[in-house]
């Protein structure tokens, strides 16, 4: 950690410790590898030659392991020949700044310190920090921010410095994930193809990482978006990964809604019945979004298929009352329209809130049919006029056979780009006895639109691009207009494989299992648009977070998409519709949930699925 950019220890929204820079006998030691051996933890290793004379190779090798709850441990190992006399020197600092200037590279200057027990300290209005160490340093410089040690290393020998960090008066940080009960079933995925093991494997363990609980409701448990930036409740995105994850078993989904229900708006006026929640950037085209909106439709979409894959009847039922409330907002917000428009006023009609709007309204019409509750009818009938009129407004025709609009402006004239939101128009939900949803776009508009996913203005060979190369103001960094998102990525892959476009499905689907091996199968939540060449890799994107919840719930759907699980467990039934093309050669899911049971299932070279196990009574159709 140099103190430049985004480098630092993070708590509770704010920068704790900035630089941690170490100097062995007045030298840095020389990098020679940096790892993530786990989604809370990565290694660094060093080496120096502790004499100019000695030769071309090192004989002191530094190793740093980091963990996320504030603590590093630093080892030296010796492999000369000689006793070695070693110097230590760490120079700490921290500007004690919050996440958002730190975002806007607006983070002030390093704090002065203070010499406090075995360590140091720093105060200013915006908090206070404390590292100390282990053992104690034989010197303290506060002006300089230095501690010091002098250690004698006999031949093979090795010491180790444990520092930990926190503000002054905290308690260690507890990770949901690492002390309780897991919500999340400990799935395993083989084949063919070995990766796709590892991204199983690490999704999982990125997504036990993410758990958090609510201290006055210990039995919820839900995603943190994503680490550094959003270590907390994003309500959109621990929905959709609590989606995503369904196959893992419903009590994430469970604890998730249950968490988000106690914020919902009660009072009276126009906001009854939404889930808040901040706003998103949404690219250079489009005013920032609603997350709240998006929220607000997940909501009763998520409960309506956990009850699919097998959510006891008497926590929909609790649920239920929160899902109504959700869909009489939609109901009252569209008014005597058609459109859900934005928020925000003057705002415009984007493409994405439709198609969410729509899959709620149709599983949460079902939903309510199967609860005995009224108003499915009235949605069904709203759906399917949203249908008809999008189909006309929101197509954009041209030469080379049309495209969805991304928005319509309140004077009815349409925003024509072409950005990863579209993937959306494919996600059209899961009803009963294995059927999907309908879509908001016909069948000539959706293959029109498979193709457009598919091709290589969309498909950067890593996943798919946030805006089409061909758009004005395309930035293959930027967050909404280039850059790939892991989510949107597998949102479409899904979608494309339950439309049956399996090729373009395949292509992206390879692709991003291609970057995630690059990535060590720790995913970040987004990553450059670039181009993928021969011999090239994926670059970073500065700002993203890792790991991330809806990048990890993505290594889930990805490799449950290839077996086509459609459940429907109160009727005890299972409809497999796995990829025909087997993009991955054979592939196994063992320890899956259906209908509280654990499910597993073989997809064969040939793209014939074989159910290996299953909850007593569940009848399997095709």
């Not at 031949?155 to 994930?177: F, K, M, N, T, W």
């Not at 997940?298 to 899902?323: I, K, N």
């Not at 109504?324 to 705002?347: H, I």
């Not at 091709?455 to 805006?467: H, Q």
Request: contains cysteine; aromatic residues 4%; neutral net charge.
């Amino acid at each position: 950690m140099t103190g430049r950019g985004l480098d630092g220890f993070y708590r509770a929204g704010r920068r704790v410790l900035s630089r941690c820079q170490i100097r062995v006998a007045g030298r840095e030691p020389l990098a020679v590898q940096a790892r993530m051996t786990a989604a809370d933890r990565v290694r660094f290793v060093g080496t120096l030659r502790s004499s100019p004379q000695a030769g071309p190779d090192p004989d002191v090798v530094v190793e740093r392991t980091r963990h996320a709850d504030g603590t590093e441990r630093i080892t030296l190992r010796s492999a000369a020949v000689r006793a070695l006399r070693l110097p230590i020197e760490i120079a700490l600092a921290t500007d004690l700044a919050d996440l958002g200037a730190i975002a806007c590279g607006d983070s002030g200057p390093e704090l002065p310190a203070s010499v406090h027990d075995s360590g140091l300290r720093w105060s200013s209005a915006k908090g206070n920090s404390v590292v100390t160490a282990d053992p104690p340093p034989s010197d303290a410089l506060a002006s300089a921010g230095l501690l010091r040690w002098e250690f004698e290393l006999p031949p093979g020998g090795s010491a180790s410095i444990e520092l930990r960090v926190r503000p002054d008066g905290a308690g260690p940080v507890r990770a949901v994930g690492r002390a309780a009960t897991s919500p999340l079933a400990p799935t395993q995925a083989a084949g063919d193809d070995p990766r796709v093991a590892a991204l199983l494997r690490t999704s999982i363990d990125d997504l036990q990482a993410l758990l958090l609980r609510d201290p006055a409701h210990p039995t919820d448990t839900y995603l943190a978006a994503g680490v550094p930036w959003r270590c907390g409740l994003a309500p959109a995105e621990a929905l959709a990964a609590a989606r995503m994850t369904l196959p893992l078993g419903t009590r994430l989904a469970v604890g998730t809604l249950r968490t988000l229900a106690r914020t919902q708006l009660l009072g009276q006026g126009p906001q009854f019945g939404m889930i808040p929640g901040p706003r998103r950037d949404a690219g250079p085209r489009l005013p920032p979004g609603c997350t709240g909106t998006e929220a607000t439709l997940l909501f009763p979409a998520l409960l309506a298929e956990a009850r699919r894959w097998g959510m006891p009847d008497t926590e929909t039922e609790e649920l239920l009352p929160a899902a109504e409330r959700c869909l009489t907002w939609l109901r009252t917000t569209v008014g005597g329209g058609t459109y859900l428009p934005d928020p925000q006023p003057g705002g415009p009609v984007r493409c994405e809130t439709q198609a969410h709007a729509h899959r709620a309204a149709l599983l949460g019409a079902d939903l309510l049919d199967a609860c005995g509750r009224p108003g499915g009818g009235e949605l069904r009938h709203w759906a399917g006029a949203l249908r008809t009129v999008f189909r006309a407004d929101f197509w954009i025709d041209d030469l080379s056979g049309g495209r969805p609009a991304a928005a319509r402006v309140p004077d009815g004239r349409p925003v024509p780009f072409l950005g990863a939101a579209a993937a959306h128009l494919l996600d059209t939900g899961l009803l009963g006895e294995g059927e999907r949803a309908p879509g908001l776009l016909d069948k000539v508009q959706t293959e029109q639109l498979a193709r457009l996913l598919g091709g290589p203005a969309m498909d950067s060979g890593w996943g798919l691009r946030g805006l089409s190369v061909k758009e004005t103001g395309h930035n293959p960094f930027g967050h909404r207009s280039g850059a790939v998102r892991v989510h949107e990525t597998a949102v479409a892959v899904a979608g494309l494989a339950a439309a049956d476009y399996e090729k373009e499905a395949s292509a992206l689907l390879r692709g991003l299992l291609a970057a995630a091996e690059e990535f060590g199968h720790r995913l970040p939540d987004m990553y450059a648009g670039e181009r993928r060449t021969e011999g090239s890799v994926p670059l970073p994107h500065p700002a993203a977070c890792r790991p991330a919840a809806t990048a990890a719930a993505a290594g889930v759907q990805l490799l449950t998409t290839l077996a086509g699980l459609r459940p429907d467990a109160p009727a005890r039934t299972v409809t497999l519709r796995p990829m025909r093309s087997a993009p991955l050669g054979e592939i196994a899911l063992t320890g899956l949930r259906v209908a509280g049971a654990p499910f597993s299932v073989r997809v064969s070279r040939l793209g014939l699925a074989m159910v290996e196990e299953a909850a007593d009574g569940l009848q399997l159709r095709t």
